[in-house]
């Protein structure tokens, strides 16, 4: 049986955007829209639609609302995305150490 | 960052890159001078408090006897309602940069230890109706642990716990001094001895001082906050 820690990545995490989106959203407990498109220096279109996977695979939340006039969107992470989070991070230190340890031909 | 699918070679890279976020969002959150700026201002505040709060009766071979009733009655209101301003303070900055906050631990802390100074003095006033006064001097370790209950020691032990939330090594540093100061070196419990000194003012001033560490540590964290 291969226990590979890179069969083990999850495809919808296992992508730079949407990793960057769960962090974020992790280590900021609650994110909205405009934050993430700076920091991650992508298009609101483009941002949207990674979004969407998130909330689709029910890694995240998303809640929209108003400030003022403002409208803004809020994003927070679900238990589910906290722990696609950690394990994601779990393979990653996984593959770093399988490749330091395994001998060069 | 693009939206490019990665390969199983970068690991390294996009671990880097998750420790670079989740660094740049705690740094984005912080409002480290904010919560010591309320802290030094209450801290001074306290001063008159004490001051005319203070029984002192003196006898005449030259030694005084205190109580300081308005520290007792000031700092556990003072804190729970400065560590619900740092608290609010913190909510409303994140909440305008588009992030949520993690402060909330602290401000919890923070009001938490406003029952250790009372409790503590509650504790040696039953204590000592049933028992009588040491003769000699208290030990070393009785005084530091006097300092530490006391309200400029429990914001040391708060700042920990802001410290810990924030991943903050500048505040570590700063915390470290600071509690080495109010434990070890400033005379918090029974102020200066000195001659040119009154009784009260050898009280107050270890809280002056550490009224202006704080309001200077405050500046130099906004200062440095502004030039990230």
């Not at chain 1, 990793?19 to 934050?35: D, K, M, P, Q, S």
């Not at chain 1, 998130?54 to 003022?68: M, N, R, T």
């Not at chain 2, 003196?58 to 005084?64: E, I, T, V, W």
């Not at chain 2, 070890?184 to 000195?194: I, K, R, T, Y």
Request: net charge positive; with cysteine.
């Amino acid at each position: 049986m291969n226990d590979h820690p890179s069969l083990g990545l999850d495809d919808v995490v296992h992508q730079r955007v949407r990793l960057g989106i769960l962090t974020i959203a992790h280590e900021a407990r609650r994110v909205e829209f405009g934050y993430l498109r700076t920091q991650l220096d992508l298009t609101a279109g483009n941002l949207s639609k990674h979004l969407s996977v998130l909330e689709g695979a029910g890694l995240i939340e998303v809640e929209k609302g108003y400030e003022g006039r403002r409208p803004r969107t809020w994003i927070t992470l679900t238990p589910a995305g906290t722990t696609a989070l950690a394990d994601e991070i779990g393979r990653l230190k996984q593959l770093i150490a399988r490749v330091e340890t395994t001998p060069e031909d | 960052m693009t939206s490019d699918s990665i390969s199983a070679d970068d690991p390294r890279r996009l671990l880097a890159e998750v420790r670079a976020l989740a660094h740049r969002v705690r740094a984005d959150q912080r409002m480290t001078w904010a919560a010591l700026l309320v802290l030094g201002v209450t801290t001074l505040l306290a001063i008159p408090v004490d001051w005319f709060g203070m029984r002192v009766d003196c006898h005449s071979d030259g030694s005084c006897e205190f109580a300081r009733n308005g520290m007792l009655y000031f700092w556990p209101a003072a804190m729970v309602l400065a560590y619900a301003a740092i608290a609010v303070w913190y909510f409303r900055a994140a909440r305008a940069r588009g992030l949520g906050t993690r402060v909330l631990p602290y401000a919890i802390t923070g009001a938490v230890t406003t029952v250790v100074f009372p409790a503590a003095w509650l504790a040696v006033f039953l204590y000592f109706r049933s028992h009588p006064y040491p003769d000699g001097p208290m030990p070393y370790w009785q005084f530091v642990l006097d300092r530490l209950v006391m309200p400029w020691g429990m914001i040391g032990v708060a700042l920990l716990v802001l410290v810990w939330l924030e991943r903050n090594l500048a505040l570590l540093l700063f915390t470290a001094g600071y509690l080495a100061l109010v434990l070890l070196v400033l005379p918090m419990n029974d102020g200066f001895a000195s001659p040119h000194l009154g009784f009260r003012a050898g009280m107050a001033l270890p809280q002056l001082i550490v009224g202006v560490v704080l309001l200077l540590a405050a500046a130099g964290f906004a200062r440095a906050g502004r030039r990230r």
